[in-house]
């Protein structure tokens, strides 16, 4: 049995041979066309001898003609794809027979009139450049027609005429496995409207795509306009995203630059092409000068904001990055990933708890950091209502112990990863990284002050391992600052990937509460905020990014369930389940005491710090650890409030909220 290739192989050797043995009639009889032309088109009237003449050419004419064809790989090439190319090539060619045509006989033969030369150039350049670009019209016209009416086959829409939009419909055309055909093109541009490529209309700007998506029964929308801004290229998809239709776009202006333009290069369009905006503009050479040849850590360094850390920071050439993860799977898979990319970083990889002092000892005596980066937390709002106490010791404990041990071993830098649930918090694992803040604050006004011996060492029972005191005359030299940012699309536990979970079991997908409202960011605009933290750091900041509008979950909820394909409420319920314990309905950036100063970043603020007792906090705070080790959750939420005066019951909070919504409606 024959293999496919060898019968492709077949096909294309039949095709040669036939084009070869067209082309030698082709350029002889075009000029016995000449001939009959020239005699009005009367055989009877052509003088014998330029009869006897063409004869005796005919021979060598087709010998050097297909030679030549041969030579310059006309026959090797796709004619259904012929492009410019092809048809300079055929065009070269068919200039040098023809000059060789006329030279030759005139020469060795007879002299011929002079319309035979003209004539007899024309008529082989026709036939020869015809049959093969008729091929291509034909299949242009053929192909669409028979992929629109094969059923079930994808009707689209193209949004973008430009050159990109040019290169994604000629692909279309080209690639076989694209059943579909493309019925329509979308562009702002009014001198395109009512114009075609390729046989396709462009039938108006973008206001125009709901009511083309109905004209020409549009399943599938292909966005094709990676020079637009991220603004601009956002407003297109939401427009698109409202039809229903499958969405596909081009990422960006990297494509062209790359010459990336093809069908595989469109990707599925993302929720975070629908909530993101223009990105954070960062300055890259003084995040590098900053981060280069320095030793860093990064505590949680597996998890979703950790590893993003990790993998910025292993491009601007580290001289050592140390991951500190108490999960080993998630550390596993950014050590394989960073190995696998950046062969010659020089990558550390520890398992252990940031509650763990001695742990913590040995690794900051063994490797000084000079930067670290504290990620490590627990984030769950419910899960942490329900388990009060392991929130404290890993977001409190746990900052505070890593803190003390980067303060003690002279780090220059300590920066926190922080979160707007710390504002006015309503639930334990809010309160705890606002505790967190506090502690950062108290670690750097106690370090301006020079009074670092009054920093509390946490005893071995309440924290597995005795701190090591500080030396006499110690004073540091660390800044420590927080940064607090919303919530980070596709994190891990993250509202998204729950959705999508649920999408793919058919449903229903769960919204706490139809107004809920949530900031949202990417993860590498929060990482970004990091690192510009990292290098303003002062001491004592927390830094707050602009994240725009806030987004309604629901709403969220509905966008994804129509990326997916899928009509809410019809295809996928939306189910309403009522507010968490500690969950409120709307989040807030800062608190309304602290206030914002902005920096040379206009998406990047910084709150001023609320001034409080240093000495007091530091004595609630080991009130609070000790009922935490003891296990006692009564004490626990009892204490909470003392510490952080802006915690408030939820209940209290949203109660509040709605009835503000309530009298603004």
Not at 129 to 147: C, E, V
Not at 267 to 294: C, H, M, Q, W, Y
Not at 363 to 374: E, K
Request: glycine share 6%; aromatic share 10%.
């Amino acid at each position: 049995m024959k293999s496919v290739h060898s019968s492709r192989l077949e096909h294309w050797q039949k095709i040669a041979i036939a084009m070869t043995l067209y082309d030698g009639i082709a350029v002889n009889i075009s000029y016995f066309m000449a001939l009959l032309l020239r005699h009005e088109m009367n055989f009877a009237l052509i003088d014998a001898e330029y009869i006897e003449t063409w004869i005796s050419f005919t021979p060598l004419y087709t010998v050097f003609c297909i030679g030549l064809f041969w030579a310059m790989r006309l026959y090797q090439s796709m004619w259904r794809f012929a492009s410019y190319y092809e048809l300079a090539m055929t065009t070269i060619a068919c200039g040098i027979t023809s000059a060789f045509h006329i030279t030759m006989i005139a020469l060795f033969y007879e002299r011929m009139p002079i319309s035979y030369y003209v004539m007899g150039t024309f008529f082989q350049y026709i036939l020869v450049l015809g049959i093969r670009f008729a091929y291509r019209f034909w299949l242009m016209r053929r192909l669409p027609a028979k992929k629109a009416s094969d059923r079930g086959a994808p009707r689209l829409m193209l949004v973008g005429a430009g050159n990109a939009g040019q290169m994604i419909l000629r692909d279309l055309h080209k690639a076989k496995e694209i059943n579909g055909h493309v019925l329509c093109i979308i562009d702002d541009n009014p001198n395109k409207w009512n114009r075609y490529i390729d046989g396709v209309p462009i039938v108006g700007g973008r206001d125009a795509i709901p009511d083309m998506v109905k004209k020409y029964g549009i399943n599938k929308i292909y966005v094709a306009v990676p020079s637009a801004s991220e603004a601009e290229r956002r407003k297109i998809l939401k427009i698109c995203q409202e039809t229903g239709c499958e969405l596909k776009k081009l990422p960006g202006i990297y494509q062209i630059v790359n010459g990336d333009i093809s069908i595989s290069a469109m990707k599925d369009v993302a929720i975070e092409d629908l909530l993101g905006r223009d990105p954070i503009t960062s300055d890259l050479s003084r995040v590098f000068d900053f981060l280069n040849d320095k030793v860093i850590l990064v505590t949680g360094g597996g998890g979703s904001i950790g590893s993003e850390l990790c993998r910025q920071i292993a491009e601007h050439r580290p001289k050592r990055l140390i991951i500190f993860d108490i999960y080993e799977n998630n550390a596993y898979d950014i050590q394989q990933e960073l190995r696998r990319k950046h062969p010659a970083l020089d990558l550390v990889v520890l398992i252990g708890s940031v509650r763990d002092s001695g742990r913590l000892e040995d690794l900051f005596s063994t490797w000084r950091p000079d930067i670290v980066f504290h990620a490590a937390a627990h984030k769950h709002v419910p899960l942490m209502e329900e388990s009060p106490c392991e929130a404290v010791k890993n977001n409190a404990v746990g900052t505070y112990k890593t803190a003390y041990a980067a303060m003690r071993h002279g780090c220059s830098r300590f920066i926190l990863i922080s979160t707007d649930k710390a504002v006015n918090p309503t639930n334990v694992m809010g309160a705890t990284k606002r505790v967190g803040e506090m502690i950062i604050q108290t670690f750097d006004s106690m370090i301006r002050e020079g009074r670092e011996d009054l920093l509390p060492v946490l005893h071995a029972h309440l924290t597995g391992g005795t701190q090591p005191r500080l030396p006499e005359g110690f004073h540091s030299r660390t800044r420590f600052v927080a940064v607090r940012f919303g919530n980070v699309l596709g994190s891990n536990g993250s509202v998204i990937p729950l959705f999508r979970k649920q999408i793919e079991a058919g449903g229903p997908v769960t919204v706490t509460h139809p107004d809920i409202i949530r900031y949202f960011m990417t993860i590498p605009e929060a990482v970004s905020l990091v690192l510009q933290a990292s290098v303003m750091a002062q001491g004592s900041e927390i830094f707050v990014l602009d994240m725009g509008q806030p987004v309604k979950i629901d709403t969220l909820a509905r966008n994804l369930i129509r990326l997916s394909g899928f009509v809410p409420d019809r295809d996928i319920k939306v189910v309403y389940t009522g507010l968490r314990p500690g969950e409120k309905l709307y989040e807030e950036k800062l608190m309304a005491e602290e206030g914002l100063t902005k920096t040379e970043n206009n998406l990047i603020h910084i709150g001023k710090p609320i001034p409080f007792d240093h000495e007091q906090f530091l004595r609630l705070l080991q009130q609070l650890l000790e009922a935490a080790y003891d296990d006692d959750e009564a004490a626990v939420r009892k204490l909470i409030p003392e510490i952080v005066p802006t915690y408030h019951q939820a209940e209290e909070l949203n109660a509040r909220a709605e009835a503000m919504a309530h009298a603004e409606k």
